[in-house]
């Protein structure tokens, strides 16, 4: 791993911040996004005191603001010529309905949008490493998007809109995944399972309580989590795994995701978005 380059969204806490650890024990590089530079630093150098690997390194981005994913985008690309690994992870639950300086509702931004953008903008760096993977940190998701009302204006309802981000995830990565098998880049989402974060800790009340028991009774550990990330990373048997939605080590079900015809319709919808937007 040590030639190799890894860059992961959201590693300045929970499952992302485990992840990175995890994997900078192989030697490989690791690049962490972070919007909050001093957090940022904190972890990198918390990184490299464990792990004594001085190859970790942070770079400024909010996710939520399309300029901040360019300026992320322009700092890496003037420092690396190709990636190997992509893994975007970061999430926020909010709850209320939140709107972004470009006008979209705050977690289809952060959530979803940042993982379409980040990821095109980064693909000729991914074309450029053998092999690379890309891992969209995801779940199993119930609730479809609604195409007529992506930003939530006319209805909104938090857990529901944080519940579709979820499923735009899925149903980006099975498209990704097909646009991307003749340039051998695989694309996979992967469901960490019920991990003890603070995720919730904004989430509508009854959600936060509910989420307050899970982390005490239920939930495991970010590190068991991060472990399973790192390895679809890296792992040598994971590398012909391409467009599944990935839980320990294992293909899993993802209910009405599979149906292309809404994989595709949500990838027209958010290419006019960037387009509009980069
Ligand atoms: N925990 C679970 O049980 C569970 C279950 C299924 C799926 N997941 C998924 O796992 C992923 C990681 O979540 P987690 O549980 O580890 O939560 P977490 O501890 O709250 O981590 C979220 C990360 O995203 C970052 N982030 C949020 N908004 C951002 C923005 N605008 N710009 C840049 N970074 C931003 C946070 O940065 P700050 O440190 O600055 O806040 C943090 O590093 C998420 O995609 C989540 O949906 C989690």
């Known amino acids: 791993m040590e030639d190799k380059i890894i860059l992961i969204t959201g590693a300045t806490s929970g499952i992302g911040k485990a992840t990175a650890l995890e994997l900078a024990k192989s030697g490989a590089k690791i690049v962490i996004t972070s919007r909050n530079n001093e957090k940022g630093n904190i972890v990198v150098n918390e990184i490299k005191k464990i792990t004594g690997n001085k190859k970790i390194e942070s770079i400024a981005a909010d996710l939520s603001l ?32 939140l709107e972004t300086a470009d006008g979209l509702e705050e977690m289809f931004a952060t959530n979803y949008f940042s993982q379409f953008i980040l990821t095109h903008l980064l693909l000729k760096e991914l074309k450029a490493a053998k092999g690379a993977r890309i891992i969209n940190v995801s ?14 204006k006319k209805k909104f309802n938090a857990a529901i809109a944080f519940g579709i981000t979820k499923a735009e995830i899925l149903l980006f990565t099975y498209e990704l995944a097909r646009r991307l098998l003749s340039e051998g880049i695989t694309v996979n989402a992967f469901h960490p399972g019920l991990v003890k974060t603070g995720l919730l800790s904004k989430a509508p009340f009854f959600i936060k309580i509910m989420g307050k028991f899970i982390n005490t009774f239920i939930a495991k550990s970010p590190e068991i989590a991060g472990k399973h990330l790192a390895e679809l990373a890296t792992l040598e048997k994971f590398k012909n795994f391409s467009g599944q939605l990935i839980n320990k080590g294992k293909p899993i079900k993802a209910t009405f995701a ?3 015809r809404m994989q595709k319709k949500l990838w027209d919808e958010s290419q006019e978005l960037m387009l509009k937007l980069v």
């Open 258 to 260: 599979s149906e292309t």
């Open 139 to 152: 779940a199993p998701a119930f609730t479809k998007p609604r195409f007529e009302d992506l930003q939530g």
């Open 66 to 97: 399309v300029s901040s994913i360019k300026n992320a985008v322009n700092s890496f690309k003037a420092r690396y010529k190709k990636l190997d690994v992509l893994i975007n992870n970061a999430a926020i639950f909010n709850n209320k309905r």
